[in-house]
């Protein structure tokens, strides 16, 4: 059964930093990748942060490059997401996503979700 369980969100000023987390299981050498996703009300979803498992190659959605920072602990079976220089556009609800038992980055499995709000 996988599961994954995101923490981490919390109210901010504009500014400061937060880091999520993404617990995943089974044994984090199954996931293929890992993103971290937001939506905020009445948008599109955005994908801003991919991290392969392996190879550890990252990538980000240019609105958070420079500013977020996604990370892998094996060990752990956990993979962050390190905000900083939070504005108040990174609002949003930011979910977790993880790809299992295939060869592309397409995630299959989701957590439910972690409340980021940056205020101003």
């Known amino acids: 059964q996988v599961q994954l369980v995101e923490s981490g969100g919390d109210s901010v000023q504009a500014g400061g930093s937060l880091r999520l987390s993404c617990v995943t299981s089974?044994?984090?050498?199954?996931?293929?990748?890992t993103e971290w996703v937001r939506q905020a009300p009445g948008q599109e979803r955005e994908v801003i942060a991919t991290?392969?498992?392996?190879?550890?190659?990252?990538s980000y959605a240019d609105s958070v490059k420079g500013r977020f920072t996604i990370s892998q602990d094996n060990a752990k079976n956990t993979v962050y997401l390190q905000m900083n220089g939070l504005k108040p556009e990174d609002s949003a609800m930011y979910y977790c996503?993880?790809?299992?038992?295939?060869?592309?980055?397409?995630?299959?499995?989701w957590g439910q979700g972690t409340q980021v709000t940056v205020s101003s």
């Open positions: 991290i392969w498992t392996r190879s550890r190659r990252t």
């Open positions: 089974p044994n984090a050498f199954d996931r293929f990748c």
């Open positions: 996503g993880a790809t299992f038992g295939l060869l592309k980055c397409e995630p299959n499995y």
